[in-house]
């Protein structure tokens, strides 16, 4: 038995044993306290399996494309495996290390995470008018945070959307939390209810579509991309989460086109032109899209999703 976090969980082994299921391999989400993702391996001598059809995985994971779904099931069986075997401690972190050890938390928090469809954070990105998900996505009921607003110094826990940051290589780097609150489904009342954990920098949370376009659409917050993605579902996608980070992104070597999807305000217009200004030199063509209001996800709400597909596809003719 291996978690993620390094640590038994004795609620969930226990109930392991108490089914009398026969030893198969499985991938399950851990649903108790304990934090981490659950890997029994098969018995060498045994024939048996249980499987998953791709296409209830694919329903699952609201992914948009097959090919999202076979690279997360990879990610799942093993392809990039967490270690077992926890570095020594040291008293005193460089700051690489310390980098280091937040990107070790955030895959551990994104791989708690279960699947977004028919949860609070579904509800949450439907009342945005958003429809496209994808593995990208998890949903976790219980989340640790700190407020400052309470005046208190002590831990707190709320349901939170979780998003996967990746690099060029798919290497998870970062996890982003955005708090929710259970009774209305809205973004919840902290003072810092979007965080995130381990390396954004050149980094962002990225959504493929069923196309190998070299095109790319690459936008600041992930409601605000995600409004993009909703209205050009066959766009690939890229949430750099801020506007200093959307200056910040590095694309991969294969893009050829980068649609900037800015905020329409001072922020958008300074990331847009440091993003334009770094590729500058480099073979990748870039272009702007500009909401009328002050960002996409206004866009979608006010005009709808017909009308804001419209005008992007205006846009990206003209």
Not at 10 to 23: A, D, F, K, N
Not at 93 to 122: D, E, H, Q, W
Not at 258 to 270: C, K, S, T, Y
Request: overall charge positive; aromatic content about 6%.
């Amino acid at each position: 038995m291996l978690w993620s976090t390094r640590q038994e969980c004795p609620p969930c082994r226990i109930g392991r044993q108490r089914t009398g299921l026969p030893s198969v391999r499985l991938i399950a989400f851990c649903r108790c306290s304990y934090v981490g993702l659950l890997i029994e391996q098969l018995p060498r001598q045994s024939t048996k399996f249980r499987t998953v059809p791709i296409d209830l995985l694919h329903a699952k994971l609201g992914s948009t494309s097959l090919k999202e779904t076979i690279t997360e099931a990879q990610h799942f069986l093993g392809i990039a495996p967490i270690s077992a075997n926890p570095a020594p401690r040291r008293t005193l972190k460089s700051p690489a290390a310390s980098n280091t050890s937040r990107m070790v938390f955030a895959r551990k928090l994104y791989a708690a995470g279960g699947p977004v469809l028919g949860t609070l954070a579904a509800a949450y990105l439907h009342q945005r008018g958003i429809a496209r998900f994808g593995p990208a996505l998890r949903y976790h009921p219980r989340v640790y945070f700190r407020d400052a607003d309470t005046g208190r110094d002590l831990p707190s826990y709320a349901p939170a959307l979780l998003a996967k940051i990746t690099d060029n290589q798919g290497n998870i780097t970062g996890c982003a939390r955005t708090y929710l609150d259970p009774n209305t489904g809205r973004i919840a009342n902290l003072s810092s209810p979007k965080r995130i954990l381990g390396q954004l920098h050149g980094n962002a949370v990225r959504f493929w579509s069923a196309s190998d376009s070299a095109d790319l659409i690459v936008g600041e917050g992930l409601e605000n991309t995600l409004s993009v993605g909703t209205t050009l579902p066959d766009f690939n996608l890229a949430s750099c989460l801020t506007a200093t980070h959307l200056g910040l992104f590095i694309p991969a070597s294969d893009i050829k086109r980068i649609w900037i999807a800015r905020d329409n305000d001072a922020a958008g217009e300074r990331a847009a032109n440091t993003l334009s200004a770094k590729l500058g030199s480099s073979s990748i063509e870039c272009r702007r899209l500009v909401p009328k209001l002050g960002d996409f996800n206004e866009d979608l709400l006010a005009f709808g999703k017909d009308r804001l597909r419209n005008a992007l596809l205006a846009a990206m003719k003209g």
